[in-house]
Every structure is written in structure tokens, then in C-alpha cells.
């Protein structure tokens, strides 16, 4: 491309990206220069940076539908609400690890650095309109955050996990590389508009379209950690430091979403009910049931939270798979929702930590409500909020892509959903039980996390409750954003 | 009849919000907590009492009507009304929550102002379900409800109260998940959740043979009808009193008003076809869980087997109608049935209150509930063997007292329809006072049964005061239904009416 074809418009649509690029360069070499007390700075820089970039993603935002660099690059208001609620989800990241991460001396500008990165990678592909782009934001996701998991170097369980999630996050990339190609070739085109026109002319089961999505599909289903790609998820949920897990479970899944929605609806949007429909219907449908079921097993509350993960993407992935716009805004206002509930049960589990004690174990919730009323509280709202129950924020998640699905006639579907959910609603009761029924063994008081950490975690808990009283705004929101 | 201020509103709200400023004034305000839980659940009760004298008796439509929207993108609504069947199990709800409290005032040392707290969240989202006229406030509130129970019988249960509050959360979350999807269904097809619309919506009968059987499981399971009646005996033996009361008297009748508000208007035509599996399930209930009552060893497990005999009587009263008109042909006296259900409902909820009030009193002495280590407590505790007494006969339907009249009109009704129905049903007559009494006779009467009986001090002024205002109320519903029965009949009549027309 020749720089001078690179109109005003260009850089109008990607200030956004183009300003977190440069003041991430700024935070690396600031960060240079400063020691470990000094290293407030690089927080406050970076939450600029983030403060900043809302700022710019506001004022620039697009009411409709703009296409940019030559057709690679599109801004609509479904991309900048996307990137709006990165930037909250990776402040709140941020925020929540901070003094995790000091008091265990590892607070690294490289966390701060790596997290900007990853929400570049978040934005790029929010923000995609061709192959290439999406590839490029989901490489830069990816590597930001193999490094991320592996950041705490003195951790043995964190190499491993980072070394895992490197191996078969490639295998997977790898795969949508090859999908991709694979629908270049048939289609002719790079840009998603041009792919979907080209594969609407082809005659229904077209082979080449359908091999090549089945690629794509194994590496979307990857990338938000559905079943049968699964396997990284709790090994790295685990391993991580759990600021890196809040980090990775939160900002990371809108790109999924954009990803899904970039590539099978705007792109592939053709061969929707003769091509991905069933293939998405079965990883949801495993997902739901292996979330859920295997969640009941764990001791472990990150491995807990990463198996519930995966059963609400299966419920993401049901909203997808209806195809409908109904199905895409749910789908799109469960993944909102389900970053809000993320961030605050890994909040959770980082303000229970203290020095040298890593409160991740589900007995280490034991007997709260004795210790702090409060932050128990909050915890019972995150936790029947992820159950499904009203009157939380997650049942609206829940009911929105249940009328999707029954909207295209999969009563059956609605049924596993509802059954399944049940299920589920057995471990975030159990959590529930540790703390309000058991007595605690561990009476010291809470330590994790400043000041900051517990308004802004308490304001999470609270935001649970008032989006399930008052759902309309961001339903409706979510429904204008998606055309 | 309409107030200018939403008094539906405020009763859904106030003990809300009492129950929240209790969680915030915490332990160290106990002194003061209990004193704003007293206040709160009796303002409470004198606005329902309000809401009762300013009711209009002569029609069946909504009153004290209030609408806001609420969820654009869903055309939910948050709707409030009561008619004729709301109205009086909101001023249940009210009259009881007040009793709990000052059962509980000295008798819980864990945690009191949360455990009001509990209650007063609780009693406000109960109205809120009775009061809502909108499908989705209904089933958000009624999910919702889940939550403090689930706390109660977890935190200030007994020694297994884990298995039975998380057995009773996931009863009867599945129950409610597939109403649910009948709701959204519906919704779908109607585009409003308007229960009036639900009501009004043209279904074939395939549709409403679904939804009819979604809406039984989730009401099924809170009544609860035999078979899937489990999880009340553990949770009734689990719970503290309070939540036992609560459970029995308000809680149960949720399912009793789910048949009345959503089965039987929105799927007439389906529950004129299935009425033989309702009256088969009641009539088991009936007979069954009588003779499972009368084999019980501990107390508070009697009752609660006794209390889902007595509801069989509410679901039976509600599906007998169809069994009416069939065999009389006519239309008039259908209603009956649903009258007594309807009398059953509230006179249950006094009664069974009433007694599990009773095994508290005795518990809170004992600490045991077994029948076995009781005796001749009324040489000891003479008022309160009267109190226990008076509730027993209630229980077994001796006429004069409140169990008579709902028990009498649903098997007057069952005669209408069928002898053998009424022959069954009226098994429960002779079944209910075999097992009461019997209870009655071991734990009461008899000498003395042991030193720690011997030792028992009488009802303290509080526990007189609890029971005592009980009793009235049994008594005065037991000799003079009448005003219960004006200010449901414009109602009733109004439901059999829905109920005989097709919606096909």
C-alpha cells in the first residue's frame, strides 16, 4: 500500500488503535527508566492511555457503518461499544492486579505493556474487515497473552501453562490461517464484504466453503475455549497469576466475539443454516454440558471459574448460532455481561489473597459472610448472577439467548440450555454454602487489593444487581449496535 | 378502586429496602435492627390492612393498577394489580411475616439482624409475586424468592440443613426453568408478557398440552404435589421455625396460585383434558400422604407431610371444576371447588404456621423434635397444650375452625363431580385427625413423659402473643368465611369462566 493513499478519513477511523499504539510505545520506554517504587507511573500511564482511548473511540465514533484502508478496516457502533468495554474490562484488570502484584513484588511495567498490546490485538480485530486484519488482531491477542500467563517467572506452574496454551494456541491458529486461505482461494477475496457476496452466488454445500469453515470454526471454537478445544483453559486459568486470569477471562472473549461475528456472520453469513449452524450447535451443546457438569469436580476456584467459562460460551456460541440479529445482540450482550460477572469473581478471589497465600481454593471462601458481610455479599451476587438467577444481571444474559434460540424453533436447544443450567447452579450454590453456612478456618482479615480495588470491586458487585433490575438500557443497546 | 399512591408498590418495597438498611446496620445494631424488623414488617401489615378496606369486592378486575415500562427490548412490563385470589394471600403474606419476627426475637443468637433481614427481603418479593401482572416480574420475583430462603434454611438450619436447601433451591429452580421457556414461548408468539395477554393468546392444543405441562412442573413442584413433593419434608425439618412458617404458609401457595393465575386461564383447554392426572395426584397426596404422616417420628416431618395432604385438597379444589361441569352440565357450581381451594390456601397457612410456631416453642426448650422424648407437656405447659390443641383440631378439619370450611367446600364440590372422589378425599377427614390427634396425644397428653418435660416453662408473653393472634384468626375464619368468600367470588367467577371457554 502507498502511504500517500492513506486519506484523512483512514486515520480518523483508526485513531483509536493508532493512539494506544503510540502511547504503549510511550509506556515501554517510560517504564525503563523506572525503579520498583517508582512504578505507580506506569499504572497511572496506562490508565490513561486507556482513559484516552474511550475518549477518542467516543468522539470518533461512527453511527454507521465505515469502511476504511482500503476495505480492511470498518468502524460501526458494534466496534465501538466492543472497544469501549475493553477499555473498562482491561482498566478493571489493571486496577484489580495492581496490588496483588506489588505486594508479591513481581509489578512489572511488562504487565501493563503486554495488557495494552492485548487490547490493541482486541481492537484490531473488533475493527477487522478482511482476512488478514482479523489474523493480525488475533496474533496479537494470542502473543500478548502466551507472555502474560508466563509473566511471573519464578513460577513453575505459570511456565507450564503458558507453555501449553503457546503449543496449542498455535495448532489452533494455525488452523484459521489455514481456513482462511482455504476461502481466499474459493471466494477470491480478502475483504469479509466481498466474501460474503462470492459465497451467497455459490451453489449450497459448496465443498471448498464448507472445508475451509470447518477450519475457521475449529479456530473460532478455540479461541473462546469451547468444547472440544477446551483443554487450555483450565490448565491456564490455573497456572496464571490470577491478575493475568481476571485479564484473560475478561477483555480477550469480546474479541472472540468479534471474531465469531466478523467471520461467520459478515463474512459467512451465506452458508449459515447449510454450513456452521450445526457445527456451532454441537460445540455449544458440549460446552454447555462439559462446563457445567465438570465445574462440580473442582476444588479449585480458578479451575472452578475456567470450567464456567466454558458452559457460558457455550451460551454465547447459542446465541451465534441462531443467525438471527436477535441471536448476535444476545449473544453479544452475554459476552458484556459475562466480562462484568468475570472480572468480579476473579476479583474476588484477589482480594482474599494476601502475601505469600493465594486464596484459590473454594475452601478458602469458607465462613466470609463472618469475616466481611460485605464482600460476601457481592460474592453472592456474582455467583447467582453467573447461575442464571434473577434478580442478576447473568439471567437476563441467559433468558435473551434462550428467546433467541426459541425465536428459530430449537425448542430442544432451549431445553438442554435451561436443564444444564440447573446443573450448573449447584456449584455457584456451593460457593454460596462456603461462605454463608461454614464457619471460617482462616479469620484473618482481608488483605488483597487497596482502597480503589474494594469501591471499584464493590461498584462490580453492585453493577450485577442494578443491570438485572434495570436490563433495558443495555439490551437495547446491544440490539442498535448489531444491524 | 384506586389510591392516588401505589400502595402495591410500597408493599413490595418497604420491607425491601427495611431488609437492606438491616444488612447495613449489621450485628452491632442488633438492639436496633429487630426493632426496625418489627417496625417494618408491621407498616407493612397495616398497609395491606389498608389495602384490604379500600379493596372493591363487587368486580373481578385489576386494582390499585400500576404500570412503568421496564424492558423496552423485552415489552415486559412492571405491572401491579390485585384481584379477588391476590389480594387476601398478600394480607396472608403480611400477617405472617410480622409473627416471625417476633417468634424469632430472642430465639436465633446467629446472626440475628441478617436472619430479619432475610425475612423482610423475602416477604417483599412474595407480595411482589402475588401482586405482579406481568409474566417476567412474576417469574423474576418468584426466582428471586429463592435466594433468602435458600440462605435461611442454609444458615440457621439444622444439622443437615445443606443437603436440604440445596435440594430444595434445585427443586425448584428446575421447576421454574421450563416455565420459563413456556413463557418466552408464548411471549414469541404473542409478543407481550402481559398475563392478560398470556391469558387472551389463541393456542392449539398441542401448544397448551406443552406449556400446561411446563407450568405443572414448576407449580407441581412448589405446592408440592406428589410425586415430587421430596425436598419439603428435608427442608421443613431443616429450617428454622421461622423459615418452616414462612415455607408452609406463604410459600406453598405460590404453586396454588400458580394453577389459579397462569395453568388454568392460559391453558384451559389442555387442563380440561389433563384434569384426570391433577385430580390422580391430588387424590394420592390426599390418601398416601396421610398414611406417610402417621408413621412420622419427628414433628416438624408430620407436619410438613400433612401439609402436602392439605395442599393436594388446593389442586384438587382447582381442577375439580372441569369434573363439575362434566357431570352436572351446568356451569354454577363449578366455582365451588375453587372456593375452597381458595379457603384451603389461606386457612393452611394460618394452621400450618400455627403449629410449626408450636414445635418451635417446643423445640426452643428442648432441642429435640423427636414425638418420642415428649409427654404430658400440658401438666407443664398448660396454655400452650391449649394453643396446641386448638391447632390440632384445625389441622384435622374439626368444624368451627378454618381447616373446616376449605376441606368441607372441596369435598361438597368432589361430591358434585363424582362419589368416589369425594369418598377418597374425604379419607383425608378421618386420616388427617388419626394422625394430628395422635401427635397431640403422645406430645401432650399423657403423664409426664421424662424430667426434661417436667422441667418446661409455659409460653412466655411473646410466644402467647404469637399464638394467641393465631387463633383468632383460625377461629374467626373457621365461624365466619363470609367476608373471605365476597371478596374472592367476582374473581372466582370471572376464572370459571376462562376456564370453560376454548382458546383452540
Same mark, same amino acid.
Given at each position: &500500500? ?5 486519506? +484523512? ?22 517504564? =525503563? ?36 484502508? %482500503? ?15 475493553? !477499555? ?9 492486579? %495492581? ?12 504487565? !501493563? ?9 482486541? &481492537? ?114 490455573? @497456572? ?104 468480579? @469473581? ?122 438485572? =433490575? ?14 | ?49 389498608? #389495602? ?5 369486592? +363487587? ?20 405491572? =401491579? ?33 441478617? !436472619? ?44 443437615? +440443613? ?16 421450563? /416455565? ?24 392449539? /392444543? ?44 406463604? /410459600? ?11 395453568? #388454568? ?84 397457612? =394460618? ?136 371478596? /374472592? ?16
Amino acid at each position: &500500500m502507498n502511504p500517500a493513499s492513506i486519506t +484523512r478519513l483512514d486515520l480518523v477511523l483508526a485513531a483509536p488503535e493508532l493512539f494506544v499504539l503510540a502511547a504503549t510505545c510511550v509506556v515501554l520506554l517510560v517504564d =525503563l527508566f523506572l525503579t520498583e517504587r517508582t512504578r505507580w507511573l506506569t499504572f497511572v500511564l496506562s490508565l490513561l492511555t486507556l482513559a484516552g482511548a474511550s475518549w477518542l473511540t467516543t468522539v470518533t465514533g461512527f453511527s454507521e457503518r465505515t469502511v476504511g484502508w %482500503h476495505g480492511t478496516y470498518v468502524a460501526d457502533p458494534l466496534s465501538s461499544l466492543l472497544k469501549i468495554v475493553a !477499555y473498562g474490562a482491561v482498566a478493571v484488570a489493571f486496577l484489580y492486579g %495492581h496490588g496483588y502484584l506489588q505486594v508479591r513484588r513481581i509489578l512489572k511495567g511488562e504487565y !501493563y505493556v503486554l495488557g495494552l498490546f492485548a487490547l490493541l490485538g482486541i &481492537m484490531v480485530l473488533v475493527s477487522a474487515n478482511s482476512l488478514v486484519t482479523l489474523y493480525l488482531g488475533v496474533e496479537l491477542l494470542a502473543l500478548s497473552l502466551y507472555a502474560l500467563v508466563a509473566f511471573n517467572r519464578e513460577s513453575g506452574i505459570a511456565a507450564e501453562a503458558a507453555i501449553k496454551y503457546f503449543v496449542l494456541g498455535s495448532i489452533a491458529s494455525g488452523a484459521l490461517l489455514y481456513g482462511m486461505s482455504i476461502i481466499y482461494g474459493v471466494t477470491g477475496s480478502l475483504e469479509l464484504g466481498v466474501i460474503s457476496n462470492a459465497a451467497l452466488q455459490m451453489p449450497a454445500g459448496q465443498i471448498g466453503l464448507l472445508f475451509g469453515l470447518a477450519f475457521i470454526v475449529v479456530g473460532v471454537a478455540f479461541k473462546f475455549g469451547a468444547v472440544p478445544f477446551h483443554t487450555w483453559v483450565p490448565d491456564v486459568y490455573h @497456572g496464571a497469576p490470577t491478575p493475568v486470569t481476571l485479564f484473560l477471562a475478561a477483555a480477550p472473549k469480546l474479541g472472540s466475539f468479534a471474531l465469531a461475528f466478523r467471520l461467520l456472520a459478515e463474512g459467512l453469513g451465506a452458508v449459515h443454516a447449510t454450513g456452521w449452524q450445526d457445527m456451532i450447535t454441537m460445540v455449544a451443546v458440549l460446552s454447555i454440558i462439559v462446563g457445567n457438569v465438570v465445574a462440580i469436580a473442582q476444588t479449585n476456584i480458578k479451575r472452578m471459574l475456567a470450567y464456567s467459562t466454558i458452559s457460558h460460551v457455550g451460551f454465547i456460541l447459542l446465541g451465534i448460532l441462531a443467525g438471527t440479529s436477535q441471536g448476535y445482540s444476545a449473544a453479544l450482550y452475554y459476552t458484556i455481561t459475562y466480562v462484568i460477572m468475570s472480572v468480579g @469473581g476473579f476479583g474476588m478471589v484477589i482480594l482474599l489473597s494476601r502475601k505469600g497465600f493465594e486464596a484459590d481454593s473454594l475452601e478458602d471462601f469458607k465462613g466470609l459472610n463472618a469475616r466481611n458481610p460485605w464482600f460476601a455479599a457481592v460474592m453472592l451476587m456474582l455467583m447467582f448472577s453467573m447461575a442464571g438467577v434473577p434478580p442478576f444481571v447473568g439471567f437476563w444474559a441467559k433468558l435473551a439467548v434462550i428467546q433467541a434460540v426459541l425465536n428459530v424453533g430449537s425448542l430442544w436447544l432451549a431445553i438442554v440450555a435451561v436443564a444444564l443450567s440447573v446443573v450448573g447452579a449447584y456449584y455457584y450454590l456451593r460457593v454460596v454454602k462456603l461462605m454463608y453456612f461454614d464457619e471460617p478456618t482462616d479469620e484473618a482479615a482481608l488483605q488483597g487489593g487497596g482502597g480503589a480495588m474494594r469501591i471499584v470491586l464493590s461498584l462490580n458487585g453492585l453493577a450485577v444487581l442494578a443491570l438485572g =433490575l434495570y436490563p433495558g438500557l443495555l439490551l437495547e443497546l446491544c440490539a442498535r449496535v448489531i444491524p | 378502586m384506586q389510591l392516588d399512591w401505589p400502595i402495591l408498590s410500597v408493599l413490595v418495597w418497604l420491607p425491601v429496602a427495611a431488609g437492606v438498611l438491616l444488612l447495613l446496620v449489621g450485628e452491632r445494631g442488633l438492639a436496633v435492627g429487630r426493632w426496625i424488623a418489627l417496625a417494618a414488617s408491621l407498616a407493612t401489615f397495616a398497609i395491606s390492612v389498608l #389495602l384490604w378496606r379500600e379493596f372493591d369486592s +363487587r368486580t373481578a378486575s385489576m386494582q390499585f393498577f400500576e404500570q412503568q415500562p421496564w424492558i423496552g427490548a423485552f415489552n415486559a412490563w412492571y405491572t =401491579l394489580g390485585v384481584d379477588g385470589i391476590s389480594m387476601p394471600l398478600i394480607v396472608l403474606t403480611t400477617f405472617i411475616t410480622p409473627l416471625v419476627v417476633i417468634a424469632g426475637w430472642t430465639a436465633i443468637e446467629k446472626r440475628p439482624t441478617q !436472619y430479619f433481614a432475610a425475612f423482610l427481603i423475602l416477604e417483599g418479593l412474595m407480595i411482589g409475586v402475588f401482586a405482579a401482572l406481568d409474566a417476567m416480574l412474576f417469574y423474576v420475583l418468584w426466582e428471586a424468592m429463592l435466594i433468602p430462603m435458600f440462605v435461611i434454611i442454609g444458615v440457621w438450619g439444622g444439622p443437615r +440443613r445443606v443437603y436440604a436447601t440445596v435440594k430444595f433451591f434445585l427443586y425448584t429452580f428446575l421447576g421454574s426453568v421450563l /416455565m420459563l421457556v413456556a413463557l418466552i414461548y408464548m411471549y414469541l408468539k404473542g409478543g407481550s408478557y402481559s398475563i392478560a395477554d398470556l391469558q387472551a393468546l389463541p393456542l392449539s /392444543m398441542r401448544e397448551q398440552v406443552l406449556i400446561f405441562t411446563a407450568f405443572l412442573v414448576a407449580f407441581a413442584v412448589k405446592v408440592p404435589m406428589w410425586p415430587v413433593h421430596t425436598w419439603l419434608p428435608d427442608a421443613h425439618v431443616e429450617a428454622p421455625t421461622g423459615g418452616s412458617v414462612i415455607l408452609a404458609a406463604i /410459600m406453598l401457595k405460590m404453586g396454588g396460585y400458580g394453577f389459579l393465575r397462569f395453568s #388454568l386461564p392460559m391453558t384451559p383447554d389442555a387442563a380440561r383434558e389433563l384434569d384426570w392426572l391433577l385430580i390422580t395426584l391430588s387424590l394420592t397426596a390426599v390418601v398416601y400422604i396421610g398414611f406417610v404422616a402417621l408413621v412420622q417420628q419427628d414433628m416438624k416431618k408430620l407436619i410438613a407431610y400433612s401439609s402436602i395432604a392439605h395442599m393436594g385438597f388446593v389442586t384438587l379444589g382447582a381442577f375439580i371444576a372441569f369434573e363439575i361441569v362434566r357431570a352436572t352440565g351446568q356451569v354454577q357450581g363449578a366455582a365451588m371447588g375453587l372456593d375452597g381451594a381458595m379457603v384451603q390456601m389461606i386457612s393452611h397457612g =394460618l394452621v400450618s404456621g400455627a403449629l410449626f410456631l408450636c414445635i418451635g416453642v417446643l423445640y426452643d426448650r428442648m432441642h429435640s423434635r423427636q414425638i418420642a422424648d415428649y409427654g404430658g407437656v400440658i401438666n407443664t405447659m398448660p396454655i400452650f397444650g391449649a394453643f396446641m390443641v386448638l391447632f390440632a383440631m384445625a389441622n384435622a378439619g374439626l368444624p368451627g375452625t378454618s381447616g373446616f370450611v376449605g376441606e368441607f367446600l372441596v369435598i361438597l364440590a368432589a361430591f358434585k363431580a363424582n362419589f368416589w372422589y369425594a369418598f377418597l378425599a374425604a379419607v383425608t377427614l378421618i386420616l388427617g385427625a388419626a394422625y394430628t390427634l395422635w401427635l397431640v396425644k403422645r406430645v401432650v397428653f399423657g403423664p409426664v413423659g421424662n424430667d426434661r418435660v417436667a422441667q418446661l416453662q409455659d409460653l412466655n408473653g411473646r410466644e402467647s402473643l404469637v399464638l394467641g393472634v393465631l387463633a383468632v384468626a383460625v377461629l374467626a375464619l373457621g365461624l365466619w368465611p363470609a367476608p373471605l368468600l365476597d371478596v /374472592m367470588r367476582p374473581t372466582i367467577e370471572q376464572l370459571v369462566q376462562q376456564m370453560m371457554m376454548t382458546k383452540l
